[in-house]
């Protein structure tokens, strides 16, 4: 059967703030995040923002003492009384340097929760994208390359923490500390703060258009580096197919041609970043000259001088009123330079809620599965203690509960699917597996067998038609409670990090040590652990890359045993192992799957003759039924397959 990524390639959703890559609206991003983060820290980020406004305001009155300061000594400088201006003087620099010690302690302590609240929000943010992951359906992992979805974890995460721990607390700081100036401008002088203002129009125009081409190829930055991420796991992977094939120098152009995107999106991204501030800091230095012209020509022409304070233009209101402008210009510059930062971290940040966004897997089912145990009546009642006997407990509208016995009873009536609308892969499926019966599918590659299996555990719905678990409708089963009632051991073993006994107790994390150890040597797992340099306590990583693919399969093989359900799915379970493992693990099966409803797929068609059923599937329609040897007799389609007229695929 062919991968629901060969057969369709979804378009990401664009119906969502966050999705797609560029359809977002910058702005309700930002507002989301910055929601977000409130949301996590709400009394830390009001700590913060009070902080970051006191330091700002008081870092704006320097010029309001020097001000003071050059009065008093144009005061003074006539009447020679230089004592009493040493005492003003005095007075307005304890007032200065109070104003610095209570900004650097402002300062402080917003550094200080700048850092709590921008490692506590990634931290929450790389939980919810994790655990709103765990909650996908399958689709969204057969259609979205593996290193793509890595990228949210670092990449993504890493331009939004610059964005909440470095752009938006400087950006809070040189706004406050703009409009700080711009009152004190105003309150010394309303036609030179004009001059300022028709300057900063300027700088502002040009911000816009600069910052708005960088912010376009900042997200196409970001998408490139998921790209080349994903690029670079999936040849990780598949090291072994290349050097077989030798493929390196194919791989190796196909790097470069990633590669080449990135760097073209980044350089792009940079040079509209990097230009942007030498050209605010040029503009800034001109209105510096612009304002002392304006300045000087007021003074030497007498010019009325329009003003909050209502005082006359003096140096003493020039001197300082230079300092402001280099200030407030600079405060322009400043906050462009955050602007490379705020792009990349929206680019971040939308990919982020991509994924958050992405819908999860739903679930209706009512149906649960529970321990039962009947009373001294003779009836079943659940009991909250684990027992030999499960049941579905089905609550029905009028209040009252039944309990129907997990017997392992499967039954597929008219079945229809398609991993997309317009490409049906299953027609009309109808069969059933009674409680113990072993039921094996064969067919060609593409001919749908997996997708059964998967139709089985819901990781997919079914278009049209209905199966039934135990005469229930299995969408009105929960799926946790319908997948622990089934085991699964799939052709591509996943083995987890950690000790053999903890990979085999993942089929059930209650089960105790010689539960474990049972499900192994059922498996026929255990002498080949034991001959383990630590045994069962062998740490495996990797994928267990220190065992052998039959060994990894036997583990697999164990995990489910364990687990102990009433229906199994084999999915070629035993292609990995060669022919002697195969006899010790066959009987292993064998065992496992006595009493058991029992679902195999297998080319090899020795490991199914003993099946109570064959199916033949072709193109997704069942073409012959029966066991063996009525098979055999028709003379049909398994009889060449089972005689070799022709291949599997």
């Known amino acids: 059967m062919k991968s629901p990524s060969e057969q369709a390639t979804e378009p990401r959703r664009t119906d969502g703030p966050g999705r797609g890559h560029g359809a977002a609206n910058p702005g309700e991003t930002l507002r989301r995040t910055l929601a977000l983060t409130f949301h996590y820290y709400p009394v830390h980020v009001t700590v913060q923002v009070l902080c970051i406004l006191t330091a700002s305001i008081l870092s704006s009155l320097p010029s309001v003492f020097m001000q003071q300061a050059i009065a008093v000594v144009q005061e003074f400088v006539g009447t020679g009384d230089w004592g009493a201006a040493q005492v003003q003087i005095t007075h307005i620099v304890l007032g200065l340097i109070g104003c610095?010690?209570?900004?650097?302690?402002?300062?402080?302590?917003?550094?200080?929760?700048?850092?709590?609240?921008?490692?506590?929000?990634?931290?929450?943010?790389?939980?919810?994208?994790?655990?709103h992951m765990e909650d996908l359906p399958i689709r969204y992992f057969d259609t979205h390359k593996h290193g793509d979805i890595m990228s949210h974890y670092t990449n993504d995460v890493d331009t939004l923490r610059q964005l909440i721990?470095?752009?938006?607390?400087?950006?809070?700081?040189?706004?406050?500390?703009m409009i700080s100036v711009l009152v004190i401008m105003?309150?010394?002088?309303?036609?030179?703060?004009?001059?300022?203002?028709?300057?900063?129009v300027l700088m502002v125009v040009i911000t816009r258009v600069m910052g708005g081409r960088s912010a376009h190829f900042f997200l196409a930055q970001q998408c490139a580096l998921a790209a080349e991420e994903g690029f670079a796991e999936e040849a990780m992977n598949g090291q072994k197919v290349i050097k077989v094939f030798t493929h390196e120098a194919a791989t190796e152009k196909g790097f470069d041609e990633v590669n080449d995107e990135l760097f073209d999106a980044s350089k792009r991204a940079n040079i509209y970043g990097n230009t942007l501030g030498p050209i605010l800091m040029n503009m800034?230095?001109?209105s510096y000259v612009v304002v002392a012209l304006a300045g000087c020509a007021m003074l030497a022409a007498g010019t009325h001088n329009p003003s909050i304070a209502g005082v006359a233009l003096s140096i003493d209101i020039v001197v300082p009123f230079l300092n402001?402008?280099?200030r407030f210009s600079g405060s322009i510059g400043q906050v462009s330079q955050q602007i490379n930062f705020v792009v990349m971290g929206l680019a971040g940040a939308e990919r982020i809620?991509?994924?958050?966004?992405?819908?999860?897997?739903?679930?209706?089912?009512?149906?649960?599965?529970?321990?039962?145990?009947?009373?001294?009546?003779?009836?079943?009642?659940?009991?909250?203690?684990?027992?030999?006997?499960?049941?579905?407990?089905?609550?029905?509208?009028?209040?009252?509960?039944?309990?129907?016995?997990?017997?392992?009873?499967?039954?597929?009536?008219?079945v229809d699917f398609g991993y997309t609308p317009d490409h049906t892969v299953l027609h009309g499926i109808s069969l059933y597996a009674k409680p113990g019966q072993k039921v094996a599918f064969v067919g060609a590659t593409g001919a749908g067998k997996t997708t059964i299996t998967n139709l089985l555990n819901r990781f997919y719905d079914i278009a049209d038609g209905k199966i039934r678990y135990d005469g229930i409708n299995i969408n009105k089963i929960k799926k946790d409670d319908l997948r622990r009632s089934l085991g699964m051991v799939l052709q591509d073993t996943n083995l987890f990090t950690g000790t053999v006994m903890d990979n085999i107790r993942y089929g059930r994390l209650d089960a105790t040590d010689e539960e474990c150890i049972g499900a192994a040597k059922l498996a026929g797992a255990d002498s080949f652990i034991r001959r383990l340099p630590e045994g069962y306590d062998t740490m495996l990583t990797d994928n267990a890359a220190q065992l052998s693919q039959g060994?990894?399969?036997?583990?697999?093989?164990?995990?489910?045993?364990?687990?102990?359900?009433?229906?199994?799915?084999?999915?070629?379970?035993?292609?990995?192992?060669?022919?002697?493992?195969?006899?010790?693990?066959?009987?292993?099966?064998?065992?496992?799957?006595?009493?058991?409803?029992?679902?195999v797929i297998a080319h090899r068609l020795s490991t199914v003759r003993n099946s109570d059923v064959i199916i033949v599937l072709d193109h997704g329609h069942i073409i012959e039924r029966g066991t063996h040897d009525e098979l055999i007799a028709k003379h049909g389609t398994y009889y060449q397959l089972y005689t070799g007229a022709f291949e599997l695929e």
Not at 165 to 177: C, D, E, S
Not at 357 to 381: S, W
């Open 100 to 131: 610095y010690v209570v900004a650097l302690g402002a300062n402080i302590a917003q550094a200080q929760l700048t850092a709590v609240i921008c490692q506590g929000t990634l931290m929450k943010v790389r939980n919810q994208m994790f655990d």
């Open 165 to 177: 721990g470095v752009a938006v607390p400087n950006l809070i700081t040189m706004l406050t500390a």
């Open 186 to 200: 105003l309150w010394y002088s309303v036609p030179l703060t004009l001059v300022v203002l028709a300057m900063v």
């Open 284 to 286: 800034g230095n001109l």
């Open 324 to 326: 402001l402008t280099k």
């Open 353 to 414: 809620f991509s994924l958050i966004d992405e819908k999860p897997e739903t679930d209706e089912g009512y149906v649960t599965l529970v321990n039962v145990r009947k009373n001294a009546a003779g009836e079943l009642e659940e009991c909250p203690e684990r027992t030999e006997s499960w049941a579905w407990k089905h609550p029905h509208h009028d209040g009252t509960v039944t309990y129907t016995p997990l017997a392992g009873d499967m039954r597929l009536f008219d």
């Open 551 to 599: 060994q990894r399969q036997l583990l697999s093989i164990a995990r489910a045993a364990v687990a102990d359900p009433p229906v199994m799915i084999l999915d070629e379970a035993t292609s990995s192992i060669d022919t002697r493992t195969e006899q010790i693990v066959q009987r292993g099966m064998d065992a496992l799957m006595y009493g058991r409803t029992t679902f």
